[in-house]
């Protein structure tokens, strides 16, 4: 029944953001002949500049651009009709980028679609993890990055939602560690990130979804994610142009399309014997708390970096038991997840996924992620953090150092619908974009030569 409950919700909206998006499309294009209301055509409305063939959205120089990366299930600028995944806050600056990443694509292989998407050239997942996953090594070319002077000397703020906080700490360390055949990168390429209900730390629902909490890699041979696995298998496989120009999992260089492995390679691929979810080399493996911990392992908060947190709950303590605090006030597709969440209790036979773990921190959150997971990156180790409770108690600020603050909110009430957040949103979105202007940059700024030679 819960199985039942949950497909059903997941799917309705779905598709309701999915036909809102079309019948906008539709609705704002102008009638120029027969063919214009074909579908085939009022889905090019939904490709980016650059699959139309117009020039794509190119900055240069400062001030330095605020960069949106989107979460699990999310998409950029250019897919579903042109909606926003972030309600429209891009627009509060001129110079924001919101790229397309793969939506069910592993960290890593997110992380290097980034790079490549503001630095331009043709993305290389690396050698190494491409052998390991099956997957082709090189994927969508850019023959002109959204931000090509991207260094040191010009670098960028990120805001990453949800999973997209993470995708911008991996990118982070990579940079960090050259690992960008060809580019001489550093860590002081990115000038501030700013982590909007971030999935730092793993989180709990994974294992309600149907990740095996023995493992956090594999899954229940009956749950949520392996309908969610057959559903992307078949789009992927059926391959409809018009229909992936509205949305893409980001699944292309597994090359799934039945042009390339035909009614056989479709079996294998449902039975999980090739593809993604054969490898592992996906989004849900890595949101696990195992999982977090292994991608945690080997990143750095780095000195040079501001580091801002915006962590989200919907529950409250009602006579020392976690409940959720409002009944209407939770989305209804997070509902359920926020009670079972509240509720969580590590199975006794399973090894405890880190030293020092306890049930009860885990109990709040925002009926996607656990609330103690949003703060700052804490497994293996403690990064260093502040509390926050009013913006201007961390001015001016340091880098470094994770400020973090905890708002009353559920995980997807600042993205896709500005409505739901009502005078909250503008609040939000205008601090992140105050604190980018106004209060993180570096202190010595780039040497003049002229003064360099005196």
Known sequence: MELGVSAAVHLIFGFYVFSTAVAADISQRPPA?????????????????????????????????????????????????????????????????????????????????????????????????????????????????????????????FVGHSAGAQVVRVLHQMLADKAFPGHDTSEDWILSLTSLSGALNGTT??????????????????????????????????????????????????????????????????????????????????????GSLKINSRLRTFPN?????????????LFGITVPSSVLGVHPMLFLRVLQMCMWRHPQNAPLPYKGYRDEDWEDNDGALNTISMTHPRIPIEHPHRFVVDDSDCHPLQPGIWYYKIIEADHIQFIINRERAGVQFDLLYDGIFQRCRKHAFRKSPPTVPNEANQ
């Not at 969610?228 to 980001?250: A, E, Q, S, T």
């Not at 260089?253 to 691929?269: A, N, P, Q, T, W």
């Open 205 to 290: 629902r994974t294992y309600y979804d149907g990740m095996l909490v023995e493992d956090g890699r594999s899954m229940r041979s009956i749950c949520l994610l392996q309908l969610c696995r057959i559903g992307v298998v078949v789009y992927d496989w059926l391959d409809i142009p018009w229909l992936k120009n509205y949305y893409n999992f980001g699944f292309d260089h597994y090359e799934m399309s039945r042009r390339k492995v035909g009614f056989s390679g479709l079996i294998d691929l449902l039975l999980g014997h090739t593809g993604p979810f054969a490898s592992g080399d996906w989004i849900l493996p890595d949101l696990t708390i195992q």
């Open 33 to 157: 002949g027969p063919a214009e209301g074909a579908l085939v055509d009022v889905a090019a409305a939904g490709e980016s500049d650059e699959r139309r063939g117009a020039a794509p959205v190119v900055l240069d120089g400062s001030p330095p651009p605020i960069v949106l990366v989107h979460g699990i299930f999310g998409f950029g600028k250019g897919r579903l009709g042109g909606l926003s995944y972030f309600a429209g806050a891009e627009k509060k600056d001129d110079r924001v980028l919101v790229p397309d990443l793969g939506s069910l694509t592993s960290i890593h292989d997110r992380a290097r679609e980034l790079f490549y998407y503001l630095k331009g050239g043709q993305v290389d997942y690396g050698e190494d993890h491409s052998k390991a996953c099956g997957h082709t090594r090189f994927g969508r070319i850019y023959h002109t990055g959204h931000y090509p002077v991207w260094d040191e000397h010009n670098p960028v703020h």
């Open 305 to 317: 970096t501001f580091y801002f947190s915006y962590a989200t709950k919907k529950t409250r303590k």
